[in-house]
């Protein structure tokens, strides 16, 4: 009986000993297999995050013959410092405001409050203080006309008239009585009334480049998300050739970002751009060529259309395969309950499209908030800082300017903001009934 007892235990103990070698290997090939992954996050993400980190609480330059120092947080201090200063119109000894032209130049006015404008041949023309030309009847009777309806009109008054405020660089530049705006660069204004709002930062080009990249992906995500669902629908059916429609809207995404960007760089060319071309021919000649990345109002817009026309498909295959996973018998049994299609949308595809619609969501966000090669290639951040975005600043930042440190920061601040803004995506989507 003893000599079978061991046996029998002998018999139990091996099999163990097999299952733990087996699980051994098994977790040695594991680690085998994620060793290259681990390396490449370490070597591109998170020793670079590190050393951006680190960097970010110095002066370190690229190339410099001075020593790099600790300086706390002034990088930080001047990335994010904003302030608002609302600014007054000028006005004369009396009290009167005082206006200035389009050009700048200052608008005299009469003791009864007319602008005294002149032609081009010098001479005086009466303008009230609307704006409003003055002219004369026969016998000496002033007639109020409105400039924009006279005819024909009379290009020496083409201009806007303004109130007058002070140069911005007055409250900024060594002045005692505001110490707080010292060194501070203007970024916004706009007026309103007799007040001009103006928003001040220590890092003028980067907050518009913020501004840039939320008015982008206010822009892309829902239009792009919503093209791709869209197209998704069209070619999620079981007809003839549909592979073939699939494809024709995935291609551009296969093509390279820079190739796309420099083709479309010659279809919005000012001259012979191929968008101006058909919009004449389209129009017999009526439609005048615009400069599409050369203006403050379009650029933006321009650059936004290519970006929505290349990644769409992507997006679109993403959908697709969403919409693979729904049950058919979900729609056999709101067909049987009488379903239109926008009740089987809303009650079966879209609710089923949930972790979809997240996982979209979050990845057109993160690719809004990274644009930098169609801007670096199609306006260079122009016109005007117009499009010029944060990964774009820093890559000027660190790179062409050789400041490492404000470049790092910037790329610390980005790091943190994409963290959030996921985080807070991930928060508002989520699913409470699951």
Sequence with gaps: ???KN???????????RRRSRARSQESRAGWLMATPAILLLLAFLIIPFFMA?????TNQRLISPNPTEFVGLRNFKR???VR??????????AGNLLYVNNEGDDIEVDENGRFIVFDVDGDQIPVDANGDLIETRPDGTPIMVDMGRRQPPIPAIEYEATYKFPRTRTFTRDNPDFPKLDGLQEAFTFVRGTTQHTILGGDAVFLKSLLNIFYFA???VPIQGGLGLGLALLVNQKLRGINFFRAIYFIPVVISMVIVSILWRFIYDAN???LNNLLGFFTAGLFKPVDWLGSVKTAMPAVMMMSIWQAVGFHMIIWLAGLQTIPSMLYEAADIDGANNWQKFRYVTWPGLHNTFVFVLITITMAAFGLFTQIDIMTRGGPLDSTTTVIHQMVQRGFQ????AYGSTISVFFFLMVLSVAVIQRFLTRDDAR
């Design 1 to 3: 009986m003893a000599n």
């Design 6 to 16: 061991r046996g029998s235990s002998a018999e139990t103990i091996r099999p163990k």
């Design 53 to 57: 980190f680190g960097f970010a609480f």
């Design 79 to 81: 990335l994010l410092t």
């Design 84 to 93: 608002y200063v609302p600014i007054e119109a000028e006005t004369d000894e």
């Design 218 to 220: 206010a822009v892309i």
């Design 272 to 274: 012979n751009g191929l």
């Design 401 to 404: 300017k050789q400041d490492i």
